[in-house]
């Protein structure tokens, strides 16, 4: 937005994989999001995509949203494994606190005016009074999202077996109870209640226990899309992003469609640097972004 | 997709205006979404936005959404009004309803597939069964939809006061009860159900009685944007394409950010051809597309 | 109400039985309805209600509802197992679908009122228009409550899994999929939006396969609690009641208070009777009451 | 439960009063329950229930419930009048905080276990991570319930047009506005979480500006029924009850089946004591008692 002194960048490379195993009662098509998505900030070194069996195959790539996904076509009953394996080097900028101030809403590029309104697991529009009550008195944006994250984190545990895949940010902030999908969707939601644009964050996390597929989110504060994770289990620099949307419907790993059932899912990263200096994924007086 | 005759293409002329009268109480940000969107199909042949006093505006053009946003700043409190005019020239396209056939999955655009989400105001996830059972044994995806309409037709009151902006599909359906903008997300919500993309389309919409803005919705079948409306208040032909997008929250005919009340609206449309011949809103053999 | 002829009455006599393992992780207290419930129509003819190891018990007999409470109080941390056992005799009357109409509000006994009243379960209140719709055109109370269970069967997929302890009758109506109790739950609320009282019934169902507790509904017409069941699994007259009341939350049959596991639970009901004649629980031209 | 010294009471009089004018579309039924609750507390020391015209009344007086119901018949279209004033002598009793300590649940009243239930406004089942993180770490129950109208009372924004008939506890604790109905239910809600028992309060309130029927609740505390106001509108020896139930469901003022329209209601309620001394309804180390 004005001239700033170069941002302060730390690079990364990991290696991360995903093998997953389908069992097929007729044909079905599904359609995986489970690469990690190429950018100016993000490159994929190498990358293999295999299924056993063969299966078609073709990959979207959206002009509009960040993601790749690959669209089998299964043809007929059996099981059929879908291995990834992938080295991505990525970079994260880091943003002193002060410069994440709210953006002016005439002065939002298009792009990101998608990311205030509610969307089907963060209705930001049940949450306005609530967000206000709690939030509404902080001057600062990025001390706003902050403050979010610290209540989420204080006032939710993290437990499987709760939350469904109906489960949104309105059963969330009550029922107090969820997975990394149900915390990204409330940090979200209330963000948006905010004013602040808002968007839903998957990816590959390192030092992730069990390992797993991540969620997380960025907020649009400064004119830079700032990564926050209220689950804080990760550091903020083990991060491989796969894809960001409005939530979790846009986001999803694996849609199938017609008669297919998940067996196995097995999910890893691992550091290629040499010394992997974690940044803690608790409130700093920086901000920290992946775009 | 393949070779097909030359479909029969209907163009009409339209003369819309917008006028919105509001009231700041102080500084705040407002964005309108009243102006038609321009495409191959439909071409603005002069329009005037003209607010009092003169603000400080600017236009955003999303490259992935139909819609075309006018920002406006009111810097202090006090009273505004928008006033919008523009003539257009648009086309619909007639396609024999035997063409309109599912699309397979793998063969979708990257930009027709958001639109098989479930979005805030039309959770498709929580209708699978409802839908399955109520349409899921017809062959036909034209014919599904054609069902969709009429079930809602024949089973949802019109009746404005009982719905509100929080009103959902998953309201509506039990509810029985809504306006146009209730109607459309129980269409778009029932077809996604089903595996049909479809979004939601906002309009100008002659002989719309009282004059007012209208909502309806696209499926996508056979490759095209097929357009229904299961209020079955205007002639389909009759309509002047403003916004498609997820649903109401994406295609908002105003957000506003602050401390803004809306105290009038006035909405006009007049064909300017000489002889208007309706395309009746109920089931037909064939579809038609303004895409 | 008026004078009629003697009614057709069929008696039966059943055994039941219930055992239940529980695992206290600490003291707590559980809460039992597991009992036939005494009455002019059921009587009890002989019962045992033990505990391994023996436990400090009492029991609860609401005057208002139709429930016995055995209140345990599990002073320790370990495993204990009830067992239930009772044989009772039981009555059915027989009366002409004709007789069973309306009952306009003002002769309303005031206990049958609260069965008006939306509950946690079945929110009548959101169903007026969709019961209205529906049903509202039927001339005579006992046609409507037929055609609703005609629906609810027809509609409703009978299948575990889907439903949790927190599904209403506002989810199962839409989603479509249930077990016995939000069978009932729908039945009871679609009654109540007619304004006719209803009300769940819990009990041991004669025939129930696999064996378990069973959930149906009375509608009350013509002055008489009549039994409905919109599962169609048994025969009418194969019910042992156990509790009437708003709806699963008044009538549950075990809560507990502290920190309880139930382990397993094993049900068993076997008729007494040389021949057992069933009463199909399909629609017919009579009603049948319990009460 | 246990030998206490005699408690201290403080003895009211009151002159209530409220008129009411509806119009019949056609012949309807009228339920009201607006006439204070004659009890050992509460004594009626004079009344008149009036309807112009004339129209055909009962009264049903329900043992388990607090409360009295009048049932009009409407026999056909026209508008009517009801005026209801009556005299009250009433007394409240006050406990020291200290012995309001939870009720072990196998000492607790058959007729106090109902409310322990979620219920329509009240889904208390869905609030027990809410209530337990809030509030669970307290030791004493009066206490608790002292915190929690201390939290509604921070977090509930007292404000009208907001809630409708159909918002419940579950609703309000996030949308944060809301009238006395709705602090009342989400009272009610989060004590019922916790294993108190709660009910819903509704009556005439001295010094409610502006004067309307009111709505408060009761705990289950020491083998009490103690009144909390959260709205802290009114003093809490300002009270006359009119009925006590799970929610609003169970005590609305007024039900009316068939079609009809309230157009006016006025209520109205004097001291007719010459030195009232108002007991303030914020935290104090005392409870109080209608009951």
């Known amino acids: ?12 490379k990991f290696e991360v994989s995903a093998t997953l195993a389908y069992e097929a009662v007729g044909s079905s098509s599904l359609l995986l999001t489970i690469q990690p998505f190429p ?25 509009s949203n960040e993601k790749r996904v690959k669209v089998l076509e299964v043809a007929e009953a059996g099981t059929f494994t879908i291995h990834y394996t992938g080295k991505v080097a990525n970079e994260i900028k880091e943003i002193p606190g002060e410069e994440l101030a ?35 008195a902080m001057e600062h944006a990025f001390d706003k999202v902050n403050a ?7 006032n ?27 915390f990204a969707h409330l940090g979200v939601a209330l963000c948006r209640a905010l004013t602040i644009p808002a968007r839903y964050f998957s990816g590959y996390a390192y030092k992730l226990n069990p390992p797993d597929f991540h969620a997380c989110f960025e907020a ?17 620099n083990g991060l491989v992003k796969v894809a960001t949307g409005l ?13 297919l059932n998940l067996q196995t899912i097995e999910v890893k990263i691992t550091s ?7 940044i803690s994924p608790t409130v700093s007086s920086h901000g920290y972004s992946y775009s």
Chains 1, 2, 3, 4 share one sequence.
Not at 45 to 54: D, G, H, I, V, Y
Not at 159 to 182: K, L, M, P, Y
Not at 272 to 277: C, G, K, P, V
């Open 39 to 63: 950018s100016k900030e993000q490159t994929i070194l190498s990358e293999s995509f295999l299924t056993t069996p063969a299966l078609t195959m073709q990959e979207l790539f959206s002009p």
């Open 272 to 278: 290629l640097d040499a010394d992997f200096q974690p």
């Open 247 to 259: 939530d979790a419907a846009e986001t999803a790993i694996a849609s199938s469609f017609g008669n």
């Open 102 to 136: 709210d953006v002016f809403i005439p002065l939002m590029p298009a792009s990101v005016l998608p990311y205030l309104n509610p969307s089907r697991y963060c209705q930001s529009d049940k949450l306005y009074k609530f967000a206000f009550n709690k939030f509404g």
């Open 220 to 236: 649009y504060l400064g004119g830079h899309w700032i990564i926050f994770d209220a689950t804080r289990l990760v550091p903020l």
């Open 148 to 154: 979010i994250c610290d209540w989420i984190h204080r």
């Open 156 to 182: 939710i545990e993290y437990s499987a077996g709760f939350s469904t895949s109906q489960t949104s940010a309105f059963d969330t902030i009550t029922e107090q109870v969820g997975v990394c999908r149900d």
């Open 1 to 12: 937005m004005v001239n700033c002194p170069p941002l302060k960048m730390t690079t990364m």
